[in-house]
């Protein structure tokens, strides 16, 4: 890999473990281009088009898919979510880097073409953490609350197989410099938690 390229990372974790924060706080820190993904999931209070997602319709989405113009995708939850290809290609060859904020189905197919990618995984403290967490945000309904959490529970017990990297979220401060530590160091493949 050409050291003038940026590096492509990819953060992935379960539903309520506190990406979004960890990642927020990791970009005060470090600079990246933050990959905004499509996604046919309804807007949340407080997420603006375009910031947090682009929210197309479904129509939209396979419109994309079927022409190449994303880079991964996946169905989560009931719902499409996928990674505008051109941008991050663009970002990349202008030695930016990248940070893609997935699940772990995406993840995979990211290291499978990039395998210079640094993939990290965010994981709760604990099932009983990410649960009260996921329902003291209220913004899910209970029932995809449910399936989020049977969802974590999947990616948790494969994650130390398929991630570079695996970072317990019990402060945000200490996850974020886990991950620049990672960042900081020659390209290997190593866990950490
Ligand atoms: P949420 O609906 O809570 O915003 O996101 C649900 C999950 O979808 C999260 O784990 C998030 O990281 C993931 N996600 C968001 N955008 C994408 C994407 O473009 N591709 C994939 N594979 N996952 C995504």
């Known amino acids: 890999m050409s050291t003038d390229r940026g590096r492509l990372i990819v953060v992935s974790g379960p539903s309520g473990v506190g990406k979004s ?31 947090d997602y682009r929210f197309v319709t479904p129509e939209t989405f396979d419109r994309l898919r079927s022409s190449g113009r994303l880079l991964e995708w996946t169905e989560y939850a009931g719902h499409q979510y996928g990674t505008p290809k051109d941008p991050v290609l663009e970002q990349l060859a202008s030695g930016n880097d990248v940070l893609l904020d997935i699940e772990v189905n995406g993840a995979a197919q990211v290291k499978a073409a990039f395998p210079e990618a640094i993939t990290v995984f965010v994981a709760p403290p604990s099932m009983e953490a990410l649960e009260e967490r996921l329902r003291g945000r209220g913004d899910t309904d209970p029932e995809q609350i449910d399936r989020r959490l049977e969802i974590a529970a999947w990616q948790l017990s494969n994650a130390r197989d398929t991630f570079d990297h695996v970072v317990v979220n019990r402060r945000v401060e200490d996850t974020v410099a886990q991950i620049l530590r990672i960042l900081a160091a020659p390209p290997t493949r190593a866990d950490s938690s």
């Open 21 to 51: 924060t960890v990642v927020a706080a990791l970009h005060e820190r470090h600079p990246f281009f933050f990959s905004v993904s499509v996604t046919t999931r309804r807007r949340r209070p407080g997420e603006v088009d375009g910031v």
